[in-house]
T-cell receptor, first 115, second 116 residues
Framework: KQEVTQIPAALSVPEGENLVLNCSFT??????LQWFRQDPGKGLTSLLL?????REQTSGRLNASLDKSSGRSTLYIAASQPGDSATYLC??????????????FGTGTRLQVTL | GAVVSQHPSWVICKSGTSVKIECRSL??????MFWYRQFPKQSLMLMAT?????????EQGVEKDKFLINHASLTLSTLTVTSAHPEDSSFYIC????????????FGPGTRLLVL
């Protein structure tokens, strides 16, 4: 059974800092890995999707890397802003089912960026 | 991008009543939808996969008779929490993948259920 863990569980940083969020998964047989953002009491917003054959994806100040063999992914946020405050979730989908498959979510990292 | 809506956004009900939550794909058709549950300060846990025109597939430990799922059309799936109890209080989120190459999953805004 796939298990996804995120470290740290919570993080508070001053505005402007660069930061790294970590995600690890136990079964390396994944189709892809996604990073999501969740604001309090709200649904999910997809940030980045990395296919299993890819090593990284970038979108603006966000960069996500994937090391499938070691079961790890990192989300790098550059020049953090108060608007980045949210919970960040990583999720993996199993091999053979594509993007439309059920996802296994990590435990999340609650990020707070202070002024 | 594609939009998935949920209704209601929040609901408070008495213990023993049934609550229906709707998940709609507004601008695309979805033969499959997923229902997740999220308890406070925990991550999303998949409850079931809703399949248009056929029975839903439930994850281990999820009671199919308690959480009734109906996927009657290509744009609507409903989750009914029957005889709700306080322990069913949670945040319920649905997702729907688009079809075709490069399909992507879109998540609804969630429904917060409080059972008194």
């Amino acid at each position: 059974k796939q298990e996804v863990t995120q470290i740290p569980a919570a993080l508070s940083v001053p505005e402007g800092e660069n930061l790294v969020l970590n995600c690890s998964f136990t079964d390396s047989a994944i189709y892809n890995l996604q990073w999501f953002r969740q604001d309090p009491g709200k649904g999910l917003t997809s940030l980045l999707l990395i296919q299993s054959s890819q090593r990284e994806q970038t979108s603006g100040r966000l960069n996500a890397s994937l090391d499938k063999s070691s079961g790890r992914s990192t989300l790098y946020i550059a020049a953090s802003q108060p608007g980045d405050s949210a919970t960040y979730l990583c999720a993996v989908s199993p091999v053979g089912t594509g993007t439309a498959s059920k996802l296994t979510f990590g435990t999340g990292t609650r990020l707070q960026v202070t002024l | 991008g594609a939009v998935v809506s949920q209704h209601p956004s929040w609901v408070i009900c008495k213990s023993g009543t049934s609550v229906k939550i709707e998940c709609r794909s507004l601008d695309f058709q979805a033969t499959t939808m997923f229902w997740y549950r999220q308890f406070p300060k925990q991550s999303l846990m998949l409850m079931a996969t809703s399949n248009e025109g056929s029975k839903a597939t439930y994850e281990q430990g999820v009671e199919k008779d308690k959480f009734l799922i109906n996927h009657a059309s290509l744009t609507l799936s409903t989750l009914t929490v029957t005889s709700a109890h306080p322990e069913d209080s949670s945040f319920y989120i649905c997702s729907a993948p688009t079809r075709g190459p490069g399909k992507t999953q879109y998540f609804g805004p969630g429904t917060r259920l409080l059972v008194l």
